[in-house]
């Protein structure tokens, strides 16, 4: 059986920095197993192995913009915490590769891959996780919440116990995903580099090494690898409420047919639907600093993508910010690399994602206003326009039969 230690890092710390340089020069280790996968090994590593075609257009196929956004606000934060203290993230993980490379030690990525890990994170939060996080980011970027973190004193297990129990009252969902999963995972990664009688060195984030220590002193307990890494079914709603707001449009539109009211009623509620669908897509498209023709193309495409839950108005609002600003695989590392939102707003990449989610945003928004400020715009008391569209429809159908 190999020896092993751990050492809890924050990733933003010299302290951190300085402990893994003690503890590889003191425990000399044969094997330094890092947090990290293959993809966020080569970013730390400044290799971009992709071409520049597909990599943006896997991005953009991807379809859930949302779920990119938080997830560079999420880097956006951590860089920023680590600009005010003089420190790039990541770094303790760098100097760990770097004197390993120096040394000649083997070198182990013992992290699920990010990828994974974003997925099952936004796909198993509650739409009330969601929001909270987005707000929460949306404070921390802007930064009205402000009292100055003890960077060093985020290793120290009390207070990291104690960060960890606030993260599962606010979002119980994403802390089993980044947290509890990994911690799994980390562990199944590391039992198999103990198997021989070498000394590991693993080097994590302080808020794994309870978790892994529990799992590694218990190993029956640790969830099936399987169960840790497959993909997670996203939550229904959105295609529910999206049929649902096929469902009463077109009851509506049925109950303003057969109503008798006429159809200049008909073709101003369809009036409605288009103005008010599409100018709040495209006024979520110029928010997000899209050009007009983006926003044009969002306003001609939100009335019929509110009406199909399998399209987005923001879809196409991104094509064609595509076409004019014309992102490449460079702009990636350029958004890990931004030092500010205005910095980041201005690579073309950003703007694409930034102008999808906010188009859809816009066009989500009309489609609910639209339900509640249609019948005061037609002046028409509703319900006696459905009570009245559909008795007549009932009649129609008695006296068919």
């Given at each position: 059986m190999g020896e092993l230690k751990i050492i809890g890092t924050a990733h933003v710390s010299q302290k951190s920095i300085d402990e893994v340089i003690a503890g590889i020069n003191e425990f000399q280790p044969d094997i330094i197993a890092v947090e990290l996968d293959p993809p966020r090994y080569a970013a730390l590593k400044?290799?971009?192995?992709?071409?520049?075609?597909?990599?943006?257009?896997?991005?953009?196929?991807?379809?859930?913009?949302?779920?990119?956004?938080?997830?560079?606000?999420?880097?956006?934060?951590?860089?920023?915490i680590g600009m005010n203290v003089g420190i790039e993230p990541g770094a303790e993980m760098k100097e760990a590769i770097r004197l390993a490379e120096e040394k000649g030690i083997r070198v182990a990525l013992i992290d699920r891959d990010i990828?994974?890990?974003?997925?099952?994170?936004?796909?198993?939060?509650?739409?009330?996780?969601?929001?909270?996080?987005?707000?929460?980011?949306?404070?921390?970027?802007?930064?009205?919440?402000?009292?100055?973190?003890?960077?060093?004193?985020?290793?120290?297990?009390?207070?990291?116990?104690?960060?960890?129990?606030?993260?599962?009252?606010?979002?119980?969902?994403?802390?089993?995903?980044l947290i509890d999963e990994r911690d799994a995972y980390l562990a199944h990664s590391i039992i198999p580099l103990m198997r021989g009688d070498q000394r590991i060195l693993a080097?994590?984030?302080?808020?794994?090494?309870?978790?892994?220590?529990?799992?590694?002193s218990d190993p029956q307990s640790l969830p099936p690898m399987k169960d840790l890494t497959a993909q997670i079914k996203g939550r229904p709603w959105a295609k529910i409420i999206g049929v649902g707001v096929l469902l009463l449009f077109l009851s509506l539109i049925i109950a303003i047919i057969f109503s008798g009211v006429g159809y200049d009623v008909l073709i101003t509620a369809l009036l409605w639907w288009i103005i008010i669908n599409g100018t709040l897509a495209a006024l979520g498209t110029l928010l997000a600093r899209g050009h007009p023709i983006s926003a044009l193309v969002a306003f001609c495409a939100a009335w019929l993508t509110s009406l199909n839950p399998l399209i987005a108005a923001g879809w196409f609002a991104a094509i064609a910010e595509v076409k004019i600003r014309k992102p490449a695989i460079s702009d990636i590392k350029a958004i890990?690399?931004?030092?500010?939102?205005?910095?980041?707003?201005?690579?073309?990449?950003f703007r694409v994602v930034l102008v999808a989610a906010f188009a859809n945003i816009g066009s989500t928004l009309g489609t609910f206003l639209y339900f509640i400020f249609i019948f005061p715009l037609l002046g028409i008391d509703p319900t006696v326009l459905?009570?009245?569209?559909?008795?007549?429809?009932?009649?129609?159908?008695?006296?068919?039969?």
């Open positions: 400044q290799q971009d192995s992709q071409t520049e075609g597909p990599g943006v257009s896997e991005i953009l196929a991807s379809g859930n913009m949302t779920q990119l956004l938080v997830q560079w606000l999420l880097a956006y934060v951590q860089r920023k990828r994974i890990t974003l997925s099952r994170f936004w796909s198993g939060m509650t739409f009330r996780e969601k929001f909270r996080m987005i707000y929460a980011l949306t404070v921390s970027i802007t930064g009205v919440s402000g009292d100055e973190i003890d960077i060093d004193a985020l290793t120290e297990q009390d207070v990291v116990t104690l960060a960890l129990e606030e993260f599962r009252k606010f979002s119980p969902n994403g802390a089993k995903a080097v994590v984030g302080a808020g794994h090494v309870r978790g892994i220590t529990q799992y590694l890990s690399k931004a030092e500010s939102i205005r910095e980041m707003s201005k690579i073309p990449l459905i009570s009245e569209g559909f008795t007549n429809i009932w009649n129609m159908v008695t006296n068919l039969f």
